[in-house]
Each structure stands twice: as structure tokens, then as C-alpha cells.
């Protein structure tokens, strides 16, 4: 049995995140999203993995480089959909293969479901359907995909999750797999629904924040690092090497820390929280269910809930993400969603920021002591 | 300057040194060859890239063999003159690292007690000697030779049907790697990651007695102990994964050597040495000749010290006089010009400091205190992540010398440098694959930054390119501009930005289409330029990072679109260990 993992696309509706990397590096409890897809692999015994690799392809392909299972790369030259991504692995397929979206979180028994069959495809059930595929299903067979309805009939969605034989390269006329899915059904092919145990997608940024709390249930307990005896700890902790946790700091579990750091003293990490590596957060700061990537660095007496902030954010002291909900336009669709804050990579903020349900670009300026709200460019200056 | 490799223990030999000596083609690749000790010594030599001629070896047997890869110094590159060599009765077989000054003198000497020599290298003498003094004792034999020998080297030689091999190393680096009941040696610790991280560095006059389950080594007759050093180098340095070529994942690899180099920061041995220092003179060769070059524009002006850098090549024979801290830089530690230099500044009791980016080194053994750089395993024979890492180096001494100014301004460059690296370069890339000349301008350190990136240019793409002083350009080169000629020009704020965009106006009016990086943003020159390259508006120290990388890109992609062989450019090797 091989594997395709389709690890090309930028994932455009999670930017300004995707700037440098696409979806499927975008750390979750601090390994990038694809991982978890390689880890439910090699977990079923299934070592032959091939990963289509596109959009910011270097980062993708550094990454895997330290992986210790060997794995195969190949170049989707443009992002056309993912039938021209599959087309771009078919001179490695020799066998029966699954096909993994790499920015999608699932788990190795929902593998183990479907690494048997032959011509199927994994279906879950979501409560927002229509930025799905929607599959019709009669008799555990698919008879009819939706792509992304405005009505949905069903909740069941298509995790993307599909196991071909060799055969499938026939069926892919147009550049979108369900095409050819649906080609195989109108030629006569069964195609089997099997529900995923557990499969889990991040379609807006703010999703982030769902798929991090339920990726720090799995991590492993670990203190690397210089971590002061006064510091309380509680639950799951994982700290690098080479951080350094000042004194009097507290940090309620699940929470992983990345390494050489800069905590504390007197810092508060409340539970749900992942921290990148070289992240600085000065004395008195308190942040709980938040996703915090490399190089950031957060003032003094700073207070971060429910954010996801980019590499190499500079906030400065006092500093406020305040959740709430408001409409926002996101990929051409209005979304009310709660959450602080979603900053890009290099944000910069003056001290006394305050962040309400906002996303701010890459590189965006905030000076002096705002309040922001809702969705601003990239490279903005905030005045 | 060639890469020697050998092996002995359980495992049979031959796939391990083949995967040994292409690990050292980076140290030449005109020819390579193998022995091993099977029914009898066993030898396969070939002209060409191992990865072409490899098959070939499949047939040698035995658990005991020696390898070579070479960069032709005495005879042209062949099957004949690859080594190993062999002597007479092809009863010991020798590779070897160096050069043997009084080669022709002993092979007359031994023509003439009737030897037939087979090539013309001055390898062939070894073999032959160690014939003349062998009596079934290997050592020994080898023992003999060596005093007779005048010159550098690096020696493995085998014999007969016996599980043994002898090393020896005098002025060319030695390395032995310290398996389980097996044991390695090569010329630097890069074919050993891979199967032990435990390494001897050997030192010159050392002979090495090595069999599987033992080795003993002597100087001057005596027993000595070297100590194992641990290696933290992991084999993923030297995986090339999906990418293309070594170069590329070594371009994208900068952000994280420059911060590993800057985090690993300054002992206190060198801190005081650096304080101390009332000037300081800088020797290097090629890429860290421009490295010097880029500190002393920012020594000079951020911390007023004066620095002096010379050419290893010149320094040796046109010794300036000498003041205050000498540094030499050198990513492989082996350059044999910087060595020979770093040698000239000891006499002159100096005190010396070596950047180099291998544990171990040559002139990590002469210099008083070493600067290691944290740039990891470099392949590609152009210098990229070496470059950076030395920059953080030499900018840390500039930041020392600045009482810590630049302390966050370094710590944060990673991020500049990562995002220089999403900058798409196609455009100026499709002008530069057609030129036949490009030239690189620059002012105050931008000047080696536009000759590193002429260097880039030329070594792997071979398009002839030419890196100014931009104000020079008018003293004769710009008679050689047309409207076929690119010129790159760096120009940022500060100030030379005037005096460079009048200078871009003079190109531009002798119709020289002109690539410009300029800081991201800068409306007016990307106006008066045909392609504007932006970089991140952020501290000097940084501009200089993401410029060079910059230019490491446009080089790389130019050479990819000309199909050049970008990891090994024809008659480049990447540590020149001859002088």
C-alpha cells in the first residue's frame, strides 16, 4: 500500500497565516498539520508516502527532510486542484494507494478503516457542511458529491480521505478529484463511504484554535530547558531546550512550549495553549487558549485569549485580545465567529493595544494605545 | 586536494566507501578509485563522476578497502592516474591526500632500482617505497616511508591478504570514525555521520595501526591516546531530500544556521581576545575573502577598530606587517593559503583566531582560539549557508566591540533572511541567463556583497560576471556596458543612496539594463530601474544579510535555467587544499 499526501495548496482562506508556508505547515501544538497525517501512516504500517508539494515548497520539503521515514517528493508546478496534484505523483503509483489531503488532522484508525478497500473514501460529519464536499450516500456507496453547496442535503462531508487502484489516473479528466469520482460512479464503479473515527480540518484561521486544544491532548510530557523551582506547574507541559521560565510563573496543562524561549518571570500559561520556539513573553503576562508561533515576543502585563498570532510578532507591553464575535468577510463569505485575534507574521504593536475579533495581516503597524476590530490588509500602519 | 576514505570491519567495504566518496566529491570529482583487500588486493579506478562510473565496483570483495575521489594536481585526470595506487607486484595499494614536493627525485631514484611506474602522479612513489621496506609488517613498511616523503599528506595504504590499514597524516586533514568492531577514516568527518558520531581528529605525524577491533596510534614511535569527540552534526545535513540540489536546500537552510551561529554565541576566551584587540587583520580565500571584506566596512564604521584583510594565497609570500588579532577564516579549515597564513601570523606572535565552520580542523589546531560558525554540513561547492553563518560570526564580533547595540537587531535577522527567501527573482533571472557579462555594483559593504554575488554568478552558472565599488565602474568597465550588458545594483537608504541612483541614471543612459535591490518600498528607484528586487527595510547589519541572499538566489535560478551542473561547477572543488 502507498500513500499520496496532497500537501501543494496555500490553503488561501487561512491567510495572512499562509504567507511563508502553506496550510499544511502551519504548526498545531507545535508540529506542522502534516505530521499527524505521516504519524497515522507509518502508525498502519504504510511507509511508501509520497507528498505533492507546490505552494512554499522549499518549507514543506525541508521539513520532511527531517523526518526519519524516507519520503518521496514531488513538484505540482501550479495549484490547479488536487486531480492535477494526483497527477503530478502518478509516476510513483505501482499499487493500491491512499490519497491524504496533508493539512487536514485525522487520526490512524480511520485509516486503519480504510487502508482494506479498494476504491473508497472517508465521509464525517460536520455541523457546517457547505465548505465541504457533500456526499449522498445509499447503501454505504456514494452515489453523489456536492462540492460546497449553499444548501446542504446531508451533513456528511468527503474528508478528502480516499483509497484507488492504480486505474483512478484513467478517471481524472478535470483537475478536481470528485470529478473523477463521479466518472467512476457513472461508469459503474462502487465507491464505498466509510465514516472517519476521528477527522478534523481548519478551514478559517480562528479553526485553528479547535484543532490545537484537541492536538494538545496528545502531547508528551517533558521539561527540557531551565525551569525555576518556583514555577507551578499543572496537566500535560512540554518545554524545549533551551528555554529558559523565569520565576513564579504558573502553567496549567495541556500546554507545549517550543525551544529557547524566554518565560517570565511572574508569566501566567493557562491551558489549550501551544508556544513556537524563540518566543519571548515578559514578566506579568497571562495567555490561555491561544496559538502562539516562532519569534513572537509579548510585553509586559500583556493579556492573550483566544488568538493565533504569526512568526516574528512584536507586541509591546499591555497588550490586550479581546474575544468576541462580529461579522467578518473571509473568502468571500461573512462569518461570525468568536476569538481575539489573528495577526500575520511580523505584526507589530505599540504598548496598550488592544486586539477585539480581529485579523490583522502580515506586517501590519499599530501605533499607540487602539482598540482594532475586524479584518485589516497586509502592511497596514494602524495611526 | 582530493578526499580519501577508508574502511574496515564486518560490513563489506565497497557500497561504503563509494557512499563515503561521494560525500567527499565536493573535495574533487575528476576521478575516483577503490581498493580493498579480497583474495588479493582488488582495484577498480575510473575517470568521472562516481555516480557514473559506480557500478563498475560491484564485483571488489572484502571487509577491508580504501577509496579516493579526486581533483587532478600531478597528472591529468584518467583511469591511469586515479588512484589507488599500487605498487609492482599490486601488493599494497595507497591513496593519498597532498602533494609530494620531492616526488620526481624518488621516482628517479626508484626508476633506477628498477620500479615501473604505471601514472604519473606523485602518489605512485609511496606505494612503490612501501614495496622497498615491506617484509609482511605494514606498519613498519609504512614507517620507513614516511620520513623520505617531503610534502603534504593524508595516507591509507593496504596490503597483501592481511585485515589491516595504515594511516598517516602530515599537513592534510586525517579523520577517524570509531565504530562498534568496525572503524572509518576519511579526509573530513562527512562520510562518518552516517555510521558513528564518534570521531579522532589525528594530528600531523600521526600513524594510525588500524584493525577492525582495534587501532593503535603513534607519534614519533610512541603510543599516544587522542581523545573522541563527539559529533552533534545529524545526517540530515547530508540528505538532499526533494530538493533539487544541494545548493538550494543550503540557500533555504540560512535562517536557521544564522541563528543557530549568533545563539551559540562568544566564549570568553575569544570575548577577551576581541576586546583586546587594537586592529585586527583578516586572511581568507574566495567566499570568506568577501566576508572579511563585508566585517570590515561595518567594523570600521559601527566600531571604529581599524581592519586590514588580505588574500591567504598573497599573505604567505607578501607578508604586511603585523599588528594586533589575526583572524582567518576558512569554512572547511583546511584552506591551505589561509593555513600557510595563519602559520606566518603565529611566528609573528600574533595572537590568532580561526572561523571555521569544522570541529576539528586544521586551523583549529593552529589558531589560538576558534569561532566555530554553526552553519552544519555545507555540500554544495558554492559557498551559501557558510556565508551567512560567517557573517553572523564577524557581525557578533561587531556587536562585542558595540558593548551588545545589535544584540536584538541579530537575534531577529533570521526573520529577514526568511522572508528575502520567498522574493520571487524570475524576471531578472531571464535577463541574466541571456547575458553574457553581468556586473554587480555596490557601496560601502554592499562592494563584497556585489563580488560575492559576481562569484556566485560566474562559479555556478558561468556567465561572466564582475563585481565594482559602483563609483569605480566609471574608471574603465563602463566601456564595456551596452544594452546587452545587466548590471545588479545594490542601493539602500543612507548615504550613498543619492550618489548610487545617479550612478543607476549613468547605466540606465548607456542603455545597460539594471536589476536594482533597494529597500522594499522605495517607489523611485524601482521607477528608474527595468527590475526592482525589494528587500526588507531593517538595520544595515541585515541588509547585507538579505541582499547576499538575494543574490544567491538570482545566481541559483540563472544556473538552473542554463541546465548547469549546480553542485559541482566544472574544475571547482569545494575546499582548495593545495595551494
Redesign the interface.
Given at each position: 500500500m502507498q500513500a499520496v499526501i496532497l500537501a501543494a495548496g496555500e490553503g488561501s482562506r487561512l491567510r495572512p497565516l499562509t504567507?511563508?508556508k502553506p496550510k499544511a505547515m502551519l504548526p498545531v501544538a507545535n508540529r506542522p498539520l502534516i505530521e499527524y497525517v505521516i504519524d497515522a501512516l507509518l502508525e498502519n504500517g504504510i511507509r511508501d508516502i509520497v507528498?505533492v508539494?507546490g505552494y512554499?515548497?522549499?518549507?514543506?520539503?525541508?521539513h520532511?527532510?527531517?523526518l526519519d521515514a524516507p519520503?518521496?517528493?514531488v513538484v505540482q508546478e501550479r495549484q490547479l486542484g488536487t486531480a492535477d496534484a494526483l497527477r503530478a505523483a502518478e509516476s510513483e503509483i505501482t499499487d493500491d494507494f491512499l490519497v491524504l489531503p496533508g493539512d487536514n488532522y485525522i487520526n490512524a484508525e480511520s485509516i486503519a478503516r480504510i487502508r482494506k478497500e479498494q476504491n473508497a473514501m472517508l465521509v464525517a460529519e460536520h455541523p457546517n457542511p457547505s465548505n465541504f464536499g457533500v456526499v449522498v450516500i445509499r447503501n454505504g456507496l456514494v452515489r453523489e458529491i456536492i462540492e460546497k453547496p449553499e444548501d446542504a442535503p446531508t451533513f456528511t462531508v468527503s474528508t478528502g480521505i480516499y483509497s484507488f487502484k492504480p486505474d483512478v489516473f484513467s478517471y481524472l479528466q478535470t483537475n478536481e478529484i470528485p470529478d473523477a469520482l463521479s466518472a467512476m460512479i457513472a461508469s459503474g464503479r462502487r465507491i464505498r463511504a466509510i465514516p472517519a473515527d476521528d477527522w478534523q480540518d481548519a478551514v478559517y484561521p480562528w479553526d485553528l484554535l479547535k484543532l490545537n486544544s484537541r492536538m494538545l491532548k496528545g502531547i508528551t510530557p517533558e521539561i527540557a530547558g531551565t525551569v525555576d523551582a518556583s514555577v507551578i506547574r499543572r496537566g500535560t507541559v512540554h518545554i524545549g531546550t533551551?528555554t529558559t521560565v523565569g520565576p513564579n510563573t504558573v502553567i496549567y496543562g495541556p500546554v507545549t512550549i517550543g525551544s529557547?524561549c524566554n518565560i517570565g518571570p511572574n508569566c501566567v500559561i493557562m491551558p489549550d495553549t501551544s508556544i513556537g520556539d524563540?518566543v519571548v513573553l515578559e514578566p506579568f503576562t497571562y495567555v490561555a487558549d491561544s496559538l502562539v508561533m516562532s519569534?513572537v515576543t509579548i510585553g509586559s502585563h500583556s493579556r492573550i485569549v483566544s488568538a493565533v498570532f504569526g512568526?516574528?510578532c512584536i507586541l509591546a507591553d499591555h497588550t490586550t485580545t479581546y474575544p468576541s464575535a462580529s461579522f467578518i468577510e473571509v473568502g468571500g463569505r461573512v462569518q461570525k465567529e468568536e476569538f481575539g485575534a489573528v495577526l500575520g507574521d511580523?505584526v507589530r504593536a505599540a504598548p496598550f493595544t488592544t486586539f477585539k475579533n480581529c485579523i490583522a495581516g502580515n506586517r501590519v503597524t499599530i501605533e499607540g494605545g487602539k482598540t482594532v476590530v475586524g479584518l485589516i490588509e497586509d502592511g497596514t500602519r494602524v495611526m | 586536494m582530493c578526499g580519501i576514505v577508508g574502511y574496515i570491519g564486518r560490513r563489506d567495504a565497497t557500497p561504503i566507501l563509494i557512499q563515503g566518496l561521494k560525500r567527499l566529491e565536493y573535495r574533487g570529482y575528476d576521478s575516483f578509485g577503490i581498493a580493498t583487500v579480497g583474495s588479493a588486493i582488488e582495484v577498480y579506478k575510473k575517470t568521472g563522476r562516481i555516480s557514473e562510473g559506480e557500478a563498475g565496483a560491484a564485483d571488489l570483495h572484502g571487509c577491508t578497502g580504501i577509496g579516493h575521489t579526486r581533483w587532478a594536481t600531478h597528472g591529468e585526470p584518467n583511469d591511469i592516474n586515479a588512484h589507488p595506487h599500487t605498487d609492482c607486484g599490486e601488493g599494497i595499494a595507497v591513496v593519498h591526500n597532498g602533494v609530494i614536493e620531492n616526488y620526481s627525485e624518488l621516482k628517479r631514484q626508484l626508476q633506477g632500482r628498477g620500479h615501473t611506474f604505471r601514472s604519473e602522479t606523485d602518489t605512485e612513489v609511496i606505494s612503490h617505497l612501501i614495496e622497498e621496506n615491506y617484509d609482511g609488517d605494514l606498519l613498519a613498511a609504512v614507517n620507513a616511508t614516511l620520513p623520505l616523503l617531503e610534502g603534504s599528506y593524508a595516507i591509507l595504504a593496504i596490503a597483501g591478504e592481511t585485515q589491516q590499514i595504515v594511516a598517516a597524516r602530515d599537513a592534510s586533514p586525517l579523520v577517524l570514525g570509531v565504530g562498534d568492531a568496525e572503524v572509518f577514516a576519511a579526509s573530513d568527518m562527512t562520510p562518518l555521520l552516517e555510521y558513528t558520531e564518534r570521531v579522532i581528529f589525528l594530528e600531523d605525524g600521526d600513524v594510525a595501526d588500524i584493525t577492525p577491533d582495534h587501532y593503535t596510534i603513534y607519534h614519533d614511535g610512541q603510543t599516544v591516546e587522542r581523545p573522541i569527540e563527539l559529533i552533534n552534526w545529524c545526517v540530515e545535513d547530508t540528505r538532499k531530500g526533494g530538493f533539487a540540489h544541494y545548493m538550494l536546500k543550503e540557500i533555504y537552510e540560512q535562517p536557521q544556521s544564522f541563528y543557530e551561529t549568533i545563539r551559540a554565541g562568544i566564549n570568553d576566551r575569544v570575548r577577551q581576545m576581541v576586546m583586546e584587540a587594537g586592529e585586527i587583520t583578516l586572511v581568507a580565500c574566495g567566499t570568506s575573502y568577501h566576508t572579511a571584506l563585508a566585517f570590515k566596512y561595518l567594523a570600521e564604521s559601527l566600531c571604529s577598530i581599524p581592519v586590514r584583510v588580505e588574500l591567504g594565497s598573497e599573505f604567505k609570500y607578501f607578508t604586511p606587517p603585523l599588528r594586533g588579532l589575526v583572524i582567518a577564516v576558512s569554512q572547511s579549515g583546511e584552506t591551505a593559503d589561509t593555513i600557510a597564513a595563519l602559520k606566518m601570523a603565529k611566528s609573528r606572535n600574533c595572537p590568532t583566531l580561526a572561523i571555521t565552520n569544522m570541529q576539528g580542523s586544521t586551523v583549529t589546531r593552529i589558531a589560538d582560539e576558534t569561532l566555530l560558525m554553526r552553519a552544519g554540513l555545507e555540500i554544495g561547492v558554492a559557498a551559501t549557508k557558510s556565508y551567512t553563518a560567517q557573517l553572523a560570526a564577524l557581525m557578533q564580533i561587531v556587536n562585542l566591540r558595540c558593548e551588545g547595540a545589535f544584540d536584538d537587531i541579530l537575534s531577529h535577522a533570521h526573520l529577514a533572511i526568511g522572508d528575502i527567501l520567498l522574493q520571487d527573482v524570475r524576471e531578472a533571472v531571464a535577463l541574466c541567463s541571456k547575458a553574457e557579462h553581468v556586473f554587480f555594483v555596490g557601496r560601502g559593504p554592499f562592494y563584497p556583497v556585489s563580488m560575492e554575488g559576481a562569484l556566485k554568478m560566474k562559479e555556478i552558472s558561468y556567465v561572466h560576471a564582475e563585481g565594482y565599488a559602483a563609483g569605480e565602474l566609471k574608471h574603465g568597465p563602463f566601456a564595456l556596458l551596452t544594452g546587452e550588458t545587466p548590471v545588479v545594483a545594490v542601493c539602500t537608504p543612507g548615504p550613498t543612496y543619492g550618489v548610487m541612483a545617479s550612478n543607476i541614471k549613468e547605466m540606465k543612459a548607456r542603455k545597460a539594463p539594471v536589476i536594482a535591490l533597494g529597500v522594499a518600498g522605495d517607489t523611485e528607484l524601482a521607477e528608474i530601474v527595468d527590475i526592482f528586487i525589494p528587500i526588507p527595510n531593517t538595520h544595515l547589519l541585515v541588509q547585507v544579510l538579505t541582499a547576499s541572499v538575494a543574490l544567491q538566489l538570482l545566481a541559483y535560478h540563472t544556473a538552473c535555467a542554463l541546465q548547469r551542473d549546480v553542485d559541482k561547477p566544472r574544475n571547482l572543488a569545494k575546499s582548495v587544499t593545495v595551494e
Open positions: 504567507r511563508s507528498v508539494v512554499r515548497k522549499e518549507d514543506v520539503i525541508r520532511l527532510n527531517k519520503i518521496q517528493v533551551g529557547n524563540r519569534d512568526q516574528g511580523g | -
